[in-house]
């Protein structure tokens, strides 16, 4: 079936103008902080050092990747329309080019390397933890998690998904609860399978293995709320363990503590990683 040019131009308008609405949308909904956002095409809004560097790393390599598509598609067009059959009847016998082959082969390999630099230096933000102002132990468990403040009095308690509370699936009924702009590490474990502890706006994505203990760090620079999941397949409900951490000012997150002793005190005896080392 033909369409005519009028009836080709209207189709086009028309994909143009839902690209515009998803585009403006997109970013429109993604405003909303700590939270995954309906038809969301970037990437959360930051709210710690480590996902500052994320991010721009991100949009680095978009660049650099479209540049050198661009590139390589400047190159197959040139050869297409200068060396077909028709514009070219007598083709070169050239079989070989120094500086060519020099190039592409150098080329790529400063390419990569400029790449790794901020590659390396992102891992090593992410892996040196800097010296704590708060240590919590979070346990993956089928399927909620468990969080411990060692530092503050070691008391402990859980985090399920709680059903009448927004957003959908991510909101829990206890929250851990951090100070903002202190420097938080996450011990992370398992007790039956696999887990992971991840927190898009934080930069925080690491493994919960049983008998293991993994840490990561963030700092949160903004005060709100903010949601993860688990992001390693753990069993039928691994999409209903959700992570939510609420960032309070220094003064509320003493007054929380204080309620948390109380709330979720138990009798029994246990064994934390705290900031200073092992403590029994």
């Known amino acids: 079936m ?6 080709v131009g209207r189709h086009l308008l028309g994909l143009g103008v839902a690209g515009l609405t998803l585009a403006t949308g997109g970013a429109t909904f993604a405003a909303e902080l700590g939270q995954p956002a309906p038809w969301e095409w970037t990437l959360q809004q930051s709210a710690s050092p480590v996902m500052d560097n994320i991010v721009w790393f991100h ?3 978009f660049v650099l990747i479209t ?3 661009l590139f390589v598609l400047a190159l197959l067009v040139i050869v297409v329309m200068k060396f077909n059959a028709k514009a070219n009847p007598v ?5 070989h080019n120094t500086l060519i082959e020099v190039a592409w082969t150098l080329v790529p390999v400063l390419i990569l390397v400029g790449i790794s630099v901020p590659s390396f230096r992102l891992l090593f933000l992410e892996l040196d933890v800097p010296k704590a102002d708060l240590t919590i132990k979070a346990t993956g468990k089928q399927w909620y998690w468990s969080y411990a403040y060692p530092d503050n009095g070691k008391f402990e308690f859980d985090s399920l998904m709680a059903q009448d509370k927004q957003p959908r699936l991510l909101g829990v009924d206890n929250e851990m609860v951090v100070p ?4 938080v590490r996450v011990q992370v474990t398992g007790a039956d399978v696999i887990h992971a502890f991840a927190l898009p706006a934080f930069g925080v994505k690491i493994d919960a293995i049983p008998g293991r203990l993994n840490e990561t760090w963030f700092k949160a620079t903004k005060t709100g709320m903010f949601y993860g999941q688990c992001s390693e397949l753990c069993g039928k409900d691994h999409a209903f ?3 939510a951490i609420r960032v ?3 003064k509320d997150f003493a007054s929380w503590v204080e309620t948390a002793k109380k709330k979720y005190a138990s009798g029994g ?5 705290s900031a200073a080392g092992p403590t029994q």
């Open 67 to 69: 540049l050198i598509t």
């Open 180 to 183: 903002v702009n202190k420097v």
């Open 248 to 250: 309070v000012e220094d």
């Open 2 to 7: 033909r369409m005519s040019m009028g009836q």
């Open 91 to 95: 083709p070169s016998r050239t079989t």
């Open 269 to 273: 005896t246990s064994t934390f990683a």
């Open 59 to 61: 949009n680095f390599l």
């Open 241 to 243: 363990m959700p992570i």
